[in-house]
Nanobody, 123 residues
């Protein structure tokens, strides 16, 4: 069964860091664009970052300079390093795959989704 599994979420104080992982199980991720999304309570799903097959990253403005996306194709894993976290980063974070070649953070361009991992930024 093909699935994505996220991990690495947790509770962190403002200014802290977390590294999220997205592992592809039953499929390889090396030929897919991978995106990270988040959804806060009462809000819609927001695109955070995506990484192309080539490794070129793409970020939404609110996380530029704080988040870094990377991929390790040998491990079929995509990472999201999150630094200088803020309370407004609190959300469930999801990874997803896309066959779209251009940079996109439109959720409708992504097909396979993970179950999500909770990130809470609070003192």
């Amino acid at each position: 069964q093909v699935q994505l599994v996220e991990s690495g979420g947790g509770l962190v104080q403002p200014g802290g860091s977390l590294r999220l992982s997205c592992v592809g199980s039953g499929r390889t991720l090396h030929n897919m664009r991978i995106g990270w999304f988040r959804q806060a309570p009462g809000k819609g799903r927001e695109g955070v970052s995506s990484i192309a097959i080539s490794g070129i990253p793409y970020y939404t403005d609110s996380v530029k300079g704080r988040f870094t996306i990377s991929r390790d194709n040998t491990k079929s894993t995509v990472y999201l390093q999150m630094n200088s976290l803020k309370p407004e980063d609190t959300a469930v974070y999801y990874c997803a795959t896309s066959s779209v070649l251009v940079p996109t953070l439109n959720p409708s361009h992504y097909d396979l989704w993970g179950q999500g991992t909770q990130v809470t930024v609070s003192s």
